[in-house]
């Protein structure tokens, strides 16, 4: 694909800045963005109850694919994605279906050379605000992080944990970014 758009996936345990970090480059024509996938879905499903299980997060998964898939046509320098399509992999894992997890990383694994950059982002010092689609506890906030440590470190999937103040948190994004994409 000629001109591929440099794409970054931004992923990690609910409420730890994912989207804020987004919001900051949506007035840039450059870069086109990528909503997050299970707050779509878990808002026009709210009734789910094995939120964490396969069927819903294999659901999750197509959904997000279709969306990036939607962002490359958009002719952008720059994806920015708000979870990716590991992200329900991680969570089936976490849910402790290691087996349906795999099955689901095999269904997107030539997807993801799409992305140039997978960001994780660290809950620490992140405070947790509960809404109507975010209610997990910490507990399992904190078991979901462990899960994307321990998928990297299984999968080899190159990544880097993205910490610090949400200003520091942008702007090592900035500095990442193609020169003259923003």
């Known amino acids: 694909m000629p001109n591929k ?24 024509p450059s870069v ?3 909503e997050e996938a299970a707050r779509k879905f878990f808002e026009i499903n709210p009734k789910i ?3 964490f299980g396969r069927q819903p997060q294999e659901k999750i ?6 969306l990036e898939k939607e962002a490359v046509k958009q002719g952008t320098s720059v994806i920015l994605c708000d979870r990716s399509v590991i992200d329900a ?18 269904k997107v694994r030539d997807w993801l050379p799409t992305y140039d950059k997978f960001y994780l982002l660290d809950p620490k010092g992140v405070p947790y605000v509960f809404d109507k689609i975010r209610q997990e506890d910490i507990t399992w906030r904190q078991k979901l992080h462990d899960a994307y440590l321990d998928f990297f470190k ?8 993205l910490s610090g103040t949400l200003e520091e948190r942008i702007e090592k994004v900035r500095k990442i970014l ?5």
């Open 89 to 106: 992999v991680v969570y089936v894992r976490a849910y402790g279906d290691k087996k349906g997890s795999n099955e689901m990383l095999a």
């Open 32 to 34: 086109a963005l990528v």
């Open 178 to 182: 193609p020169v003259g994409s923003l």
């Open 154 to 161: 299984e999968t080899g999937i190159p990544y880097e944990i």
């Open 61 to 66: 998964q197509k959904l997000a694919l279709k």
């Open 5 to 28: 758009p440099f794409k970054i996936a931004f992923v990690g345990t609910s409420c730890v800045g994912k989207t804020t970090i987004l919001n900051k480059f949506k007035n840039d």
């Open 49 to 51: 109850a094995a939120r």
